[in-house]
């Protein structure tokens, strides 16, 4: 079952821009956790955002979280070409026994 | 360094054929994971364990097994009852307890000779 929806599925930007990539989930939750996927990889843990928290800043990326409307937002400011790939929003379920559940991600694409 | 070794990057089943994927790491994480990606699509639980010698099925285990008898090792058999095999699948580790990140090998592309 897939808990969490990305918006858009597909992004493509100019290199120095920002990207800002939304996810949305159904139940209540432990954490969020952003991850990133290069083509043919495994993923990257990028940031892990807990219930009580609103914000949170890892280098150039910022998340939010609003848990009134099951949402989440990861902004990566001053895009580098570096950043192309996929990001996924994974939440972790109270009473989930620590089982994330993937989103299915956000082909993000940062054109020189 | 640290970290989770999938192995092999690349394998073939024939029909009727089980295949085993191999996932070992040496982070000292009690927890283990298995999760199957199709093209385009995130990834699906397959398989959990939160310590050696237990597991539990994820939301799709039908037509998979797995064992955990050492803390390094948690290994995914795909059996012939599984019709659809052909995915890239991927192994994490992490900590025990809530609120930790899950750290993950790179994967293994299985398909169907």
């Known amino acids: 079952s897939q808990q969490g929806e990305e918006d858009p599925q597909a992004l493509s930007i100019q290199e120095g821009e920002n990207a800002t990539m939304n996810c949305s989930y159904k139940t209540s939750i432990n954490n969020l956790q952003w991850y990133r996927q290069n083509s043919g990889r495994g993923l990257v843990h990028l940031i892990l955002i807990r219930s009580n928290e609103r914000e949170k800043h890892s280098g150039r990326l910022r998340v939010t979280l609003d848990t009134s409307k099951k949402s989440s937002s990861l902004l990566i400011t001053a895009s580098r070409a570096a950043d192309t790939a996929s990001y996924f929003c994974?939440?972790?379920?109270?009473?989930?026994?620590?089982?994330?559940?993937f989103g299915q991600g956000t082909r993000l694409t940062i054109n020189p | 360094d640290g970290g989770i070794t999938q192995s092999p990057k690349y394998l073939f089943r024939k029909e009727g054929q089980n295949v085993t994927l191999s996932c070992e790491q040496n982070l000292n994480h009690d927890a283990m994971y298995w999760y199957r990606q199709d093209p385009g699509q995130g990834l699906r639980l397959i398989y959990y364990?939160?310590?050696?010698?237990?597991?539990q099925k994820g939301d799709i285990a039908e037509g998979y097994s797995v064992s955990r008898e050492k803390k390094e090792s948690f290994p995914l058999t795909v059996t012939s009852a599984q019709k659809n095999p052909t995915a890239f699948y991927l192994c994490a580790s992490s900590l025990s307890g809530y609120n930790q990140p899950q750290h993950f090998g790179d994967g293994t592309r299985l398909s169907i000779l």
């Open positions: 364990s939160q310590i050696v010698n237990d597991f």
């Open positions: 994974a939440t972790d379920r109270i009473r989930g026994a620590q089982k994330l559940v």
